[in-house]
């Protein structure tokens, strides 16, 4: 191989970086430019648009809605019932010949019911009704019999007693108690899914603080690096370095561009993840600048990690919307057990009814005659009403089915307490592992820090090659991109150790207000 063929290959890399550093730095350049005319956007502000955009915690609030109605409906079967009528009947009938008399009948009755139903919590059903009838009959059409007037009263009062099917307090409530723990199962997933939406926004926003912060390290060293260049150059110009290592510092710019590129690429996937988790449109979305909080020092001497372990699994378990709501549902699917096993009994009610009939005849309208007059004494019915399904598969078909989704609820109520518990346990392993690393990325730091102090040192007094130089100087920055990973990640455990326990809102707040610090500290025992 040639001298001229090796130092072209030599130089390729340079001409390379040459060539596509100027389009990527102007890509690069025009990204920030944009994002940093955009207002930015903090953490804290992020969860509040959350709590007001979020699509999942929207629906879930409908669902609450849909099931407060359901509870409301159910109790509609208590509600007084009022029944209310007015009926007019005219009787014209041809007119034919009795004895030699032309008898044409007619008939003109105005009737009038009033009646009020109300069934109680014990499944007894009291029914008073008023039934009031007021009639005009006369029968020829010359008048020899005068026109009569019939004004008839009937008072009734009907009890109905079940003494089996549907009988008690536990079988007529068991329907609205059953909605009713839906409706509150439904607002305890409410909380958790806007805890779940917290966690999710605090984990993008962390995400994308990180990749923001990589960007700003890169084009630290691109700033850097070009100035370095520049003093490559005049030193290259007085023949003080080789040539040759000007467009080593040229190839290093291009392969910082491009790594810039990769992580400016990134930045926007996390920025849209984010503002999809807030709920946002795409062009809201597109309105999204820079984060502006930066990652709080994390303070080591207030993490008792076990402590964190040792979490207490009652409280735990008590403070999980999630599995309250289960525990809810098992309690509402209980009610409709008990519910299909009233429909299996047979039915027998006793109905009772006590009234009394009044009735005035006239020549005239009276409407309040028969309230006093001619009032023989009370009535009284008594029924006895016995139904029994041979074999009532239907029935008893819904009693299996009511059993297999109560067992089916106590299933996924214990799997979820252990799910629960166990991501506990991981969760703290992590923040462990992380401090871990954390600790240990500080001191590499320290160390290429140092080393490469040392190599510019050697390279200046001719010890080491630009090389090794730049070889350390990309170490350095590599260390410092996975310390800012290593804390968006501790951070974005740090929430969510707070939503698996249970602890990320404040239950006992009614607005469930949420502050800065229970997003980036772990709860206090």
């Known amino acids: 191989m040639g001298r001229k063929t090796a130092t072209l290959i030599f130089l390729l890399p340079a001409l390379m970086a040459g060539l596509i550093s100027v389009p990527l730095f102007l890509g690069a350049q025009n990204l920030k430019s944009k994002l940093d005319l955009l207002p930015g956007v903090s953490l804290i502000e992020s969860v509040h648009r959350t709590m007001t955009y979020s699509w999942d915690i929207k629906n879930q609030q409908q669902l609450a809605d849909y099931y407060y109605g359901l509870f409301m409906s159910s109790e509609g079967k208590f509600d007084?019932?009022?029944?209310?009528?007015?009926?007019?009947?005219?009787?014209?009938?041809?007119?034919?010949?009795?004895?030699?008399?032309?008898?044409?009948?007619?008939?003109?009755?105005?009737?009038?019911?009033?009646?009020?139903?109300?069934?109680?919590?014990?499944?007894?059903?009291?029914?008073?009704?008023?039934?009031?009838?007021?009639?005009?009959?006369?029968?020829?059409?010359?008048?020899?019999?005068?026109?009569?007037?019939?004004?008839?009263?009937?008072?009734?009062?009907?009890?109905?007693?079940?003494l089996l099917q549907n009988s008690g307090k536990a079988a007529t409530t068991a329907s609205i108690n059953a909605n009713q723990l839906l409706f509150e199962a439904n607002l305890k997933k409410l909380y958790h899914t806007v805890t779940q939406s917290?966690?999710?926004?605090?984990?993008?926003?962390?995400?994308?603080?990180?990749?923001?912060?990589?960007?700003?390290?890169?084009?630290?060293?691109?700033?850097?690096?070009?100035?370095?260049?520049?003093?490559?150059?005049?030193?290259?110009?007085?023949?003080?370095?080789?040539?040759?290592?000007?467009?080593?510092?040229?190839?290093?710019?291009?392969?910082?561009?491009?790594?810039?590129?990769?992580y400016y690429q990134q930045l926007l996937s996390a920025r849209t993840n984010l503002g999809q988790v807030m709920g946002l449109d795409a062009k809201s979305i597109d309105s999204l600048g820079f984060p502006t909080?930066?990652?709080?020092?994390?303070?080591?001497?207030?993490?008792?990690?076990?402590?964190?372990?040792?979490?207490?699994?009652?409280?735990?378990?008590?403070?999980?919307?999630?599995?309250?709501?289960?525990?809810?549902?098992?309690?509402?699917?209980?009610?409709?057990?008990?519910?299909?096993?009233?429909?299996?009994?047979?039915?027998?009610?006793?109905?009772?009814?006590?009234?009394?009939?009044?009735?005035?005849?006239s020549d005239q309208y009276n409407f309040t005659a028969p309230y006093s007059q001619n009032i023989p004494g009370p009535s009284v019915w008594v029924s006895l009403d016995f139904q029994l399904p041979v074999s009532n598969k239907s029935g008893k078909g819904v009693v299996v089915q009511n059993?297999?989704?109560?067992?089916?609820?106590?299933?996924?109520?214990?799997?979820?307490?252990?799910s629960i518990l166990s991501e506990v346990q991981l969760s703290a392993d992590k923040l462990n592992f992380l401090i871990g690393e954390y600790q240990d990325q500080m001191?590499?730091?320290?160390?290429?820090a140092a080393i490469y102090e040392n190599e510019k040192r050697k390279y200046i007094d001719q010890e080491s090659t630009l090389i090794n130089v730049n070889s350390t100087k990309t170490q350095l920055l590599n260390a410092r991109l996975n310390l800012i990973s290593i804390m968006g990640r501790y951070y974005s455990e740090v929430v969510y150790f707070r939503f698996i326990t249970g602890t990320l809102?404040?239950?006992?707040?009614?607005?469930?207000?949420?502050?800065?610090?229970?997003?980036?500290?772990?709860?206090?025992?």
């Open 80 to 162: 007084y019932k009022l029944n209310l009528s007015a009926q007019k009947n005219i009787l014209n009938n041809p007119e034919y010949t009795i004895q030699d008399k032309i008898i044409h009948q007619y008939s003109n009755v105005l009737s009038y019911q009033l009646g009020i139903s109300k069934q109680f919590e014990y499944g007894i059903t009291v029914s008073p009704n008023v039934l009031a009838t007021f009639s005009e009959s006369k029968y020829d059409s010359q008048n020899v019999y005068p026109k009569r007037y019939q004004n008839h009263l009937a008072a009734n009062l009907t009890i109905n007693i079940p």
């Open 293 to 361: 909080d930066i990652f709080p020092l994390i303070d080591l001497k207030s993490i008792d990690l076990t402590a964190l372990r040792s979490t207490n699994p009652d409280q735990v378990l008590n403070q999980r919307g999630d599995y309250q709501a289960l525990l809810q549902t098992v309690e509402s699917g209980k009610c409709n057990l008990l519910l299909a096993n009233q429909a299996v009994k047979p039915k027998l009610d006793l109905n009772v009814t006590g009234g009394y009939t009044g009735l005035v005849a």
């Open 198 to 262: 917290i966690y999710a926004t605090a984990s993008a926003y962390w995400n994308y603080a990180a990749m923001n912060e990589q960007c700003v390290q890169i084009r630290e060293v691109i700033d850097n690096e070009y100035d370095y260049l520049d003093q490559m150059r005049k030193l290259a110009s007085a023949d003080l370095i080789p040539s040759a290592d000007t467009l080593n510092v040229s190839a290093n710019i291009g392969s910082y561009l491009i790594m810039l590129s990769d």
């Open 403 to 418: 059993k297999a989704l109560l067992e089916q609820s106590n299933n996924q109520a214990q799997m979820l307490a252990n």
């Open 505 to 525: 809102l404040n239950p006992g707040k009614p607005d469930n207000t949420i502050e800065l610090d229970q997003l980036i500290t772990l709860p206090k025992h």
């Open 443 to 448: 001191e590499t730091l320290d160390y290429l």
